[in-house]
């Protein structure tokens, strides 16, 4: 601490102090959690057939515009999973939690921050109108002591303040971690900053050692419904599909982990045509494209997340950006979903892709897919965890003695294989000149 104060000039001692404290910080995350929570951060809730209106604090349905919509489960049922999905993290305290498609609406243009009303937003009418921390889910919950929020959220006047917001980010970082750096969001990569269809799906950190968590989330499309395979939605996927492409090359060189609701197969592991009996859905949603005009280039068509352009544009980028799959490194020929119902599955759309240089430094030391773990979303808890630079070392060593002791022990064997081939030969030889001599003796 002597030292600390002194090149601080002794000017401000508990700087000092502070600094020494964050130097004991971990300068990047190791262990990471990433859920697709559709909407279960929307506050006040509402569904898709409902709005609300932040003007006069009222919900009604899109059809009739009077009263709730009455589809929904009740508001207890959606507060007890929020209860659970922060005890969870809570319990596992992880480095960096993600959530996306939160529906949360922004209330700046940058989507720095929830809107005012919102329980995230330090209490009711939020910290800049005397709202108290201890009103927040953070503190509510246990979690404001442990991390720091941070947010890229889509803007409420986009919608004229009267409709859900379908993407927001949401991440939450622990502090043990050192903070980051530099935050970038979707109009730092080169997105229309007034485009709320860009907002809410990008959310990036570099920490102070040149780590890089890039969280995205990105929009589907192919077969589903109009509003998923229209030439807009499938030119807006492109366009984020190589932004955030451009990105990811720039950190060809560094360490970085990309990850999020992707919002793509990448192969027939990940993905239910794989399973026996969904091959007639598939047909028939192709013959049905056959008759719409909603999608005229052919490797547009097919089931969202799987059609041949966007799987194309996946793997360049992950090829290109010297990127690795996480999952599918350690779990080659594991077929499980992250999109878990119904059952036996649908698609491994949640992923982590993390740079080639954690791999070959042996740092990727798990990734795990919860199916039992969906908190009312239907998509479940994905997480990933990282070994230090020290402990990769050590485990690559203690890989090393192993292989080379297997490998000793495969020389002996083998040794032992010949020198047992060689007696055995030798016995055969002097029971054949027995035989031999007997042979000539009765002559």
Not at 373 to 387: A, E, Y
Request: hydrophobic share 30%; proline share 5%; aromatic share 10%.
């Amino acid at each position: 601490s002597h030292r600390i104060m002194s090149l601080n000039g002794g000017k401000n001692k508990n700087k000092g102090f502070a600094n020494a404290k964050l130097q004991r910080k971990l300068p990047q995350p190791r262990t990471f959690f990433q859920l697709n929570c559709n909407g279960l951060f929307e506050h006040p809730r509402f569904c898709r057939n409902s709005r609300y209106d932040f003007t006069t604090k009222t919900i009604s349905t899109r059809r009739s515009g009077e009263g709730e919509c009455g589809c929904c489960p009740p508001d207890s049922y959606y507060e007890a999973e929020l209860k659970k999905v922060f005890e969870y993290v809570r319990e596992n305290q992880f480095h960096l939690c993600y959530f996306s498609e939160t529906w949360v609406y922004g209330e700046d243009a940058k989507g720095t921050q929830p809107v005012t009303e919102h329980p995230l937003s330090c209490g009711p009418g939020g910290a800049q109108n005397g709202g108290r921390e201890e009103e927040t889910w953070l503190h509510k919950y246990g979690l404001s002591e442990t991390y720091r929020a941070y947010f890229s959220l889509q803007h409420r006047n986009y919608f004229g303040s009267r409709d859900t917001a379908w993407a927001g980010n949401v991440v939450f970082v622990h502090k043990d971690v050192q903070p980051p750096v530099k935050i970038l969001r979707h109009a730092d990569i080169g997105l229309t900053q007034g485009n709320a269809q860009y907002q809410g799906r990008y959310l990036e950190f570099e920490f102070p050692d040149g780590f890089h968590v890039l969280t995205t989330y990105m929009p589907f499309s192919g077969f589903n419904d109009n509003r998923s395979r229209t030439k807009k939605k499938i030119a807006l996927r492109k366009t984020l599909d190589l932004a955030v492409r451009e990105r990811l090359v720039q950190l060809r060189e560094k360490e970085f982990v990309w990850m999020g609701d992707l919002n793509v197969s990448p192969g027939p592991l990940d993905h239910f045509l794989g399973e026996p009996g969904r091959e007639d859905e598939y047909a028939m949603s192709m013959q049905e494209k056959q008759d719409g005009t909603h999608i005229e280039d052919i490797d547009d068509r097919g089931e969202c997340g799987y059609t041949p352009n966007l799987k194309k544009r996946f793997h360049e980028t992950v090829r290109l950006a010297d990127g690795v799959d996480a999952f599918r490194h350690l779990s080659p020929y594991t077929r499980i979903y992250t999109q878990p119902h119904p059952a036996p599955g649908i698609t491994r759309w949640d992923h982590y892709i993390v740079s080639k240089k954690i791999i070959e430094e042996n740092r990727l030391e798990e990734c795990e897919i919860y199916p039992d773990k969906c908190f009312s979303s239907d998509h479940c808890v994905v997480t990933m965890k990282l070994r230090s630079a020290s402990e990769a070392a050590t485990n690559s060593s203690k890989k090393k003695k192993v292989f080379e002791e297997n490998d000793d022990d495969s020389k002996n064997s083998k040794n032992m294989s010949m020198l047992e081939q060689l007696r055995a030969t030798s016995i055969d030889m002097q029971q054949l000149r027995a035989k031999r001599l007997k042979r000539f003796a009765n002559q």
